[in-house]
């Protein structure tokens, strides 16, 4: 497949990063590249964040892992991946050479606090990919389940491993279930977090009433698609004003419209997930409806947009 041209009005900085628009593709949706390859023309987005990876492979939740409802999209996947040594091995040489243009960022998992680090320092020296994700809504096996960035000095800890590990932009994802995600932020990225992904899905819980069970294997899982917009909306404005860090906006995004709303609450680039899984064409219209709408609105540069909401007085 041809790769659409850059525009200009499109291109954006994201923590050091130029981006050639501000598309990404979200975490778990487009695998580690290679599974949409006949699908999407990922060397025309603005780049994709990996699927997880952890030290070791993971076999994942049990299923059926997805379950959807009219809002949008209930899943626990279980962070299934084949481990660090098999994406480096196998998955960053593809997408060295098959990305000239579209940015990588490898989304890091782990169940204690040094395998974020150890990921991230098994992969700094290789190709392929410009940054990292910390997802730190992953569950602390040492402190009993408690996600990462629930416990402040867990949050710091991982940021402050990762950070000596790699000199790359380093991003770390939160959770809108965090009782103060701006304080949240700020902790990370005094830890040395280059910015913040916001937001991670949203617990919930979906009941087959026939048979009054779970409809997920795992049982509960992460809420996406539509129902998570205003959520995550409110979380990058929530952050952006307290930090005026870079956040890339994610949860929900199914058309320009929503990510001009993340835009203007203070995002400098966005993910969609949900909506291009069930809509692979998705990315290429958002990105033409988006430069129309600034277009025809004199915006000359889409980073223009970015924290530009004005709250009543």
């Not at 490898?106 to 040094?114: I, L, P, Q």
């Not at 680039?269 to 692979?280: K, M």
């Not at 889409?302 to 924290?307: A, D, H």
Request: aromatic content about 4%; some cysteine; proline content about 7%.
């Amino acid at each position: 497949m041809t790769s659409a041209a850059p525009t200009s009005r499109l291109a954006v900085e994201l923590a050091g990063l130029s981006l050639q628009n501000p598309l990404l593709l979200a975490s778990g949706t487009a695998g580690y590249g290679r599974e949409l390859d006949d699908v999407v023309d990922l060397d025309a987005l603005g780049g994709l964040v990996t699927k997880a990876v952890s030290v070791e492979p993971r076999a994942g939740a049990p299923a059926p892992r997805v379950a959807e409802f009219p809002a949008g999209m209930l899943n626990a996947i279980g962070l299934a991946n084949p481990g660090v040594e098999a994406v480096r091995s196998e998955h960053l040489p593809w997408l060295a050479r098959h990305l000239q243009r579209a940015r990588v960022v490898v989304n890091v998992v782990g169940s204690r606090v040094e395998h974020f680090a150890d990921v991230v320092a098994r992969l700094e020296d290789a190709g392929g990919f410009q940054a990292f994700e910390l997802n730190v809504s992953c569950p602390n096996v040492r402190a009993g389940g408690l996600e990462f960035g629930a416990d402040p000095d867990a949050l710091r800890e991982v940021v402050r491993l990762a950070r000596q590990a790699t000199a790359r932009p380093l991003f770390v994802k939160l959770s809108p279930s965090l009782p103060d995600i701006a304080r949240t932020a700020s902790v990370a990225l005094d830890a040395g977090a280059s910015g913040l992904t916001l937001v991670n899905t949203m617990p919930g819980l979906l009941i087959d009433v026939e048979r009054r069970r779970p409809r997920i294997g795992f049982g509960s899982g992460g809420v996406s698609g539509p129902a998570l917009l205003p959520i995550g909306v409110l979380a990058t404005s929530k952050v952006y004003r307290a930090t005026g860090a870079p956040i890339i906006g994610a949860g929900g995004i199914a058309s320009a419209t929503d990510a001009i709303q993340y835009l203007m609450a203070g995002a400098a680039a966005f993910a969609v997930g949900t909506a291009a899984l069930r809509d692979p064409r998705l990315p290429k219209r958002l990105l033409r409806d988006l430069a129309s709408w600034c277009e025809v609105r004199g915006v000359r540069s889409v980073g223009q947009l970015t924290g530009t909401l004005e709250w009543p007085a």
